[in-house]
């Protein structure tokens, strides 16, 4: 599904048409791990679901790049060693269906450099194609107020957006595209790659992206499910609660 001329959907990615870009965001490897550390008990299996959703998006096709928007790894402090095995294996498998992967830095990428030397990987702090910006979204500084200007279109990652549907006294939240302005730019936010939750409900909880302060309903929602469905404007979404 298009989101604009030049950006589609596809499933949890997107993809720059012309360019031939997927782009995915948040996938935060070693999440269970860290949920065991703390005493929460829950079966390890977002990788394996990872690989094969992105083996269900890519299929047999090559891209001349493919860029993860930040957030590949979970931990903040270290490379935990489900970190390590996994997200090399995750590189391996993207460096196989592209000419190029880029890694963009994101909050939960502070020890990111080992992994991305070991596969010869490039981290940016964001990527410009055209006039399109790729940049994680949890930061918003002089820098990036500089790099804005340049462009009409950004896409974001790190909120992780989703919505709750109600259907009389059952609801249920699914992880969804936003579309809508941030300083007359098209802002597109990504929803995260990492399976084992759906996000933040953005209709009820606070928003952490500094893109994210001001007013979204007039933003519109893209449903990720058995297939896309746009859904129309916040504003009206609210209502079916």
Known sequence: MDLTKSIAISDLAL?????????????????EEALNKQGILIPRLQFKETMKRLENIIGTRTFSKIIINGDIKHE?????????????????????????????????DNILGPIARKRDVTVKEYESIGKTLIIHGDNLDK???NILKKSTTIIIGHEHPA??????????????????????????????????TE???????????????????????????????????????????
Do not use: M
Not at 24 to 31: K, W
Not at 77 to 84: A, F, H, P, R
Not at 210 to 239: C, M, Q, R, W
């Open 15 to 31: 993809v720059l048409k012309k360019e031939n870009i997927l782009i995915i965001a948040d996938s935060h490897i070693g999440y």
């Open 76 to 108: 903040f402090g270290v490379i935990s060693d489900q970190e390590w095995r996994h997200t090399l294996r995750l590189l391996d498998y993207l460096k196989k269906h592209c000419d190029e992967v880029i890694l963009i830095k994101g909050n939960h």
């Open 143 to 145: 820098n990036v107020e």
């Open 163 to 196: 919505v709750t549907l109600y259907e009389n006294r059952r609801a249920e939240t699914f992880k969804c595209f936003l579309k809508g302005k941030f300083k007359g730019k098209t802002l597109i936010v990504q929803p995260s790659f990492n399976l084992v």
């Open 199 to 241: 996000g933040t409900d953005v209709l009820k909880e606070r928003l952490l992206s500094p893109f994210l302060k001001g007013d979204l309903s007039n933003f519109e929602a893209y449903i990720v499910s058995d297939k896309i469905y746009p859904f129309g404007k916040l504003k009206n979404i609210t209502h079916t609660a």
